[in-house]
């Protein structure tokens, strides 16, 4: 497969946010899909689909340090498989938020910027409770990811959760959409970024 970089800067080439994006079949996504598009084109917003641009698993941890270190909002974004992330995202907290660079001795490029966790379910909210199938409220399986964004010194935010994705019709999954555009709208309105100046990206 050929490498794609799906990465671009909108705002007066100054990324607030990078979003990073771990759907392993971004051709066949409905929910993600919907979700992304509606805020790819904010100003200031750097989307990286870490399965178009590392397809192999050959992550640039270089390049993906840079594009952190220039953001003050970092998002992960992509459908929960097996209570977790899909396993290029895993690879990439594995690779990129390394020892000395993100956490351990004087490991802080990451401490004090904002953390989103924007995640899809095919199981409905009521599904993740005591009686439900999982057996479990979501937010037990938070832990893990909220704790790494901790430990690297991130503020944690509220993540953005959108459940019973298998089965939203089009008109909810468009709400959910513009629900996570204004939020993003609201948090660059309130970090010095302007979201009425929208760029263009390519
Ligand atoms: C391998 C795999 C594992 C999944 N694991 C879960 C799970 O643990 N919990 C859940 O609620 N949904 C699970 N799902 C459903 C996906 O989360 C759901 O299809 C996705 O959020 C829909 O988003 P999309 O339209 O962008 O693909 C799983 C799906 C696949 C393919």
């Given at each position: 497969?050929q ?5 671009f800067?909108?705002y007066?080439?100054k ?9 392993p079949y971004p ?5 993600n899909r919907?979700?992304l598009?509606?805020?790819?084109d904010l100003?200031?917003?750097e989307?990286?689909s870490?399965y178009?641009r590392y397809?192999?698993?050959g ?5 993906e340090?840079?594009?952190?270190s220039?953001?003050?909002?970092v998002?992960?974004m992509?459908?929960?498989f097996w ?10 907290f594995?690779?990129v938020?390394?020892y ?8 802080a ?5 904002d953390?989103?966790w924007?995640a ?21 399986f938070?832990r ?7 430990f690297c010194?991130?503020?944690w935010?509220?993540?953005?959760i959108?459940?019973?994705a298998?089965e ?11 629900q996570?555009?204004?939020r993003?709208e609201?948090?660059?309105?309130t970090h010095?970024?302007?979201a ?6 390519p």
């Amino acid at each position: 497969m050929q490498k794609t970089r799906e990465s671009f800067l909108v705002y007066l080439g100054k990324a607030m946010i990078y979003l990073v994006y771990a759907h392993p079949y971004p051709s066949q996504s409905r929910a993600n899909r919907v979700l992304l598009d509606a805020v790819r084109d904010l100003p200031g917003i750097e989307v990286c689909s870490l399965y178009d641009r590392y397809p192999d698993f050959g992550i640039d941890i270089v390049a993906e340090q840079a594009a952190l270190s220039r953001a003050r909002l970092v998002i992960w974004m992509h459908p929960v498989f097996w209570y977790s992330v899909p396993g290029l995202l895993k690879h990439w907290f594995d690779k990129v938020l390394s020892y000395g660079w993100a956490y351990g001795d004087g490991g802080a490029a990451l401490r004090g910027k904002d953390c989103l966790w924007v995640a899809t379910t095919g199981g409905k909210l009521e599904t993740y409770s005591v009686e439900g199938i999982h057996q479990r409220p979501f937010a037990d399986f938070t832990r893990p990811i909220e704790e790494t964004a901790r430990f690297c010194g991130m503020n944690w935010l509220e993540p953005s959760i959108l459940h019973g994705a298998h089965e939203m019709e089009a008109p909810q999954l468009a709400a959910g959409g513009l629900q996570l555009r204004e939020r993003l709208e609201t948090w660059l309105a309130t970090h010095g970024g302007d979201a009425s100046t929208a760029g263009a990206g390519p």
